[in-house]
């Protein structure tokens, strides 16, 4: 059975991250590390838009979710928001698409774990 995450804000990641590294550098490792899937979130409120079979924009949005890797991901995506006090992250995908996650978490031991390989 897998241990229950222990999780915490994106303002506390941010703070923690930016004892050991610069501020210019901690959100880039953070998400860096988010996208290649070394440090999980999730976010209290996640909006997610698609194209419908007829190029229309549908809407789904779900509760404390796991955001998914490539959420983090430059990959054809613009990090159009970033309110790291408020856990507030939004994305363009495509030029089109609106993502948005809302109260993002990050895993804290993943945090203490970037922590202990920055020492």
Same mark, same amino acid.
């Given at each position: *059975?897998? $241990?229950?995450?222990?999780?915490?804000?994106? !303002? +506390?990641?941010?703070?923690?991250?930016?004892?050991?590294?610069?501020?210019?550098?901690?959100?880039?490792?953070?998400?860096?590390? !988010?996208?290649?899937? !070394?440090?999980?979130?999730?976010?209290?409120?996640?909006?997610? +838009?698609?194209?419908?079979?007829?190029?229309?924009? *549908?809407?789904?949005?779900?509760?404390?979710?796991?955001?998914?890797?490539?959420?983090?991901?430059? +990959?054809?995506?613009?990090?159009?928001?970033?309110?790291?006090? $408020?856990?507030?992250? !939004?994305?363009?995908?495509?030029?089109?698409?609106?993502?948005?996650?809302?109260?993002?978490?990050?895993?804290?031991?993943?945090?203490?774990?970037?922590?202990?390989?920055?020492?």
């Amino acid at each position: *059975m897998a $241990a229950a995450i222990d999780w915490i804000g994106a !303002a +506390e990641a941010l703070r923690i991250a930016s004892d050991h590294l610069s501020p210019e550098d901690a959100p880039a490792t953070l998400i860096a590390r !988010a996208e290649a899937g !070394a440090i999980t979130t999730r976010a209290q409120r996640f909006t997610v +838009e698609v194209p419908n079979a007829c190029g229309q924009k *549908m809407t789904f949005e779900d509760e404390l979710v796991e955001l998914p890797r490539e959420f983090w991901s430059s +990959e054809g995506r613009v990090l159009q928001t970033h309110d790291w006090e $408020a856990g507030d992250f !939004a994305s363009l995908v495509n030029g089109s698409f609106q993502h948005q996650a809302c109260g993002v978490e990050f895993d804290r031991a993943a945090i203490a774990a970037l922590v202990e390989q920055l020492r």
